[in-house]
């Protein structure tokens, strides 16, 4: 079935900058997504990718598309404390339906 | 533009109790999606709507869990003769384009 793949942990320093990296199996996904999850809350968009893009930039966001190697990266410059939380990476799921596939998330944590 | 609500947000029940909860989504949003997140996972989708018409259901739904969205707007997902293994957080989405806005969820305990 369709699978995400995404490291457990990372772990910065405040100011430096954060990259968090993602590798999927459906390589129909039209739309690529990051959203980001604190503890006891529910999930923030934070944002996509059009599938036919190879980058994105927003802001301190800057999310990468590698659709050959199904690789999908976000990188958040000038990490600040706040930013600490789990990062999911969730592509569409193949079908019209748009349901995404989740990853187990990756957990930031910025060290002041 | 409130956002995704839903109620209740904790629900505490015995194990073979039927559990009701509901999703409101954004206004005008006629795409609604559940999906269940157990503990050191991502959420995985249960099922979808567009508008009233339930459109797709993942293999995770068994025939104990039915949904509805009777006139398109809000949606209600309900457990019936619920196990331990429901225990979970359920959470809403809704879209109108390509972009999923989830609310705080629903955090389901089976005793």
């Known amino acids: 079935g369709e699978d995400v793949e995404q490291s457990l942990f990372l772990s910065v320093r405040e100011g430096d900058s954060s990259v968090i990296n993602c590798t999927y199996t459906d390589s129909s996904s039209t739309y690529l997504y990051w959203y980001k999850q604190e503890p006891g809350a529910g999930l923030q968009l934070l944002t996509y990718i059009f599938s036919n893009m190879d980058m994105k930039q927003d802001q301190r966001l800057t999310v990468l598309l590698n659709k050959k190697d199904k690789h999908l990266s976000l990188r958040i410059a000038d990490t600040q404390t706040g930013d600490s939380a789990i990062y999911f990476c969730a592509p569409e799921g193949g079908g019209s339906q748009g349901n995404l596939i989740f990853g187990k998330g990756t957990k930031l944590s910025v060290k002041p | 533009d409130t956002g995704v609500s839903q109620d209740p947000r904790h629900k505490i029940t015995k194990r073979g109790q039927n559990v009701t909860f509901r999703c409101d989504p954004i206004?005008?949003?006629?795409?609604l999606y559940w999906y269940r997140q157990t503990l050191g996972q991502g959420p995985e989708f249960l099922t979808y709507?567009?508008?009233?018409?339930?459109?797709?259901k993942s293999r995770l739904l068994s025939d104990r869990f039915s949904a509805e969205r009777p006139k398109g707007s809000f949606s209600t997902l309900e457990i019936q003769r619920t196990e331990q293994g429901d225990s979970a957080m359920y959470l809403c989405a809704s879209s109108i384009t390509a972009e999923q806005y989830f609310g705080p969820g629903t955090r389901l305990t089976v005793t």
């Open positions: 206004s005008e949003h006629n795409r």
């Open positions: 709507f567009q508008n009233e018409a339930q459109l797709e």
